[in-house]
């Protein structure tokens, strides 16, 4: 079976990703109470459900805002719209939602210590994100300043 791999499949196919995991993370709201309860039982350390619920709602509603940010930058690249001050911004509030993530999990570290890998994992992939944005920004603005060139 040869499939034909091409831009317009790919784009699809992160746009199909990026609705099946934001339809993953809004049932994840329903279901935070029953992980953490899970996961207290399972703990050889102190129970912290309260804490651990806490942090997983901040998460999951920053992960639904990050997922929702892609999803009209991938919308935007679908119509061609590439180098745009829109795209620019969505970049931007997808990295700001990776640093929320890593406060969040960087306090939490305080009862788990796993969770300070998570809140460097976040925190790095929203420093790469900072750098994305601002060679968006660059791009838009040399785009905008070429359209205004005869």
Do not use: H
Not at 40 to 52: A, G, Q, R, T, Y
Not at 61 to 80: E, G, R, T
Not at 109 to 131: D, H, P, Q, T, Y
Request: aromatic residues 10%.
């Amino acid at each position: 079976m040869n499939i034909n791999w091409t831009k317009e499949r790919s784009l699809m196919l992160s746009r199909a990703l990026t609705w099946a995991v934001l339809i993953l993370a809004c049932a994840l709201l329903f279901l935070i109470p029953i992980i953490t309860i899970w996961y207290d039982n399972v703990s050889e350390k102190p129970p912290i459900m309260p804490i651990l619920t806490a942090a997983f709602y901040l998460c999951d509603i920053i992960a639904i805002i990050a997922l929702w940010q892609l999803k009209n930058l991938l919308a935007n690249i679908s119509k061609q719209e590439l180098f745009t001050d829109c795209n620019t911004r969505c970049v931007r509030i997808i990295s700001w939602c990776c640093f929320g993530v890593a406060a969040v999990m960087a306090a939490l570290s305080f009862w788990r210590l796993l969770a300070l890998l998570v809140a460097f994992i976040a925190a790095f992939v929203g420093l790469i994100l900072r750098v994305v944005k601002n060679m968006l920004a660059a791009a838009a603005e040399m785009r905008e300043e070429n359209d205004f060139t005869i």
